[in-house]
C-alpha cells in the first residue's frame, strides 16, 4: 500500500471519513480503468454494498437508489 493512502486514511479515520475517501480513491482507480479500455468491473463488496454503489454514482453507471430497493 503506498504511503499516502496509508496517511490519508489515517486522516481520514479521524474525521470519519474514510468511506468518503475509499469511494474516491476507488472511484479514481476504476475512471483510469475504463479509460484504459477495460469495459467490465467486478467488485467484492465484503458485506459493504453501499461503497460499492457510491462507486457506481460517481462512476455515472447507476442512478443513486436507497439500499433497500438494490439490495
Do not use: M, Q
Amino acid at each position: 500500500i503506498p504511503t499516502w493512502v496509508v496517511d490519508a486514511f489515517d486522516k481520514a479515520e479521524r474525521d470519519g471519513r474514510e468511506d468518503l475517501l475509499a469511494t474516491a480513491i476507488c472511484a479514481e482507480l476504476c475512471s483510469e480503468l475504463i479509460d484504459g479500455g477495460v469495459d467490465t468491473l467486478h467488485f467484492y463488496t465484503l458485506n459493504r454494498p453501499e461503497l460499492t454503489r457510491d462507486v457506481c454514482h460517481a462512476l455515472g453507471v447507476t442512478p443513486r437508489l436507497a439500499l433497500k430497493n438494490v439490495a
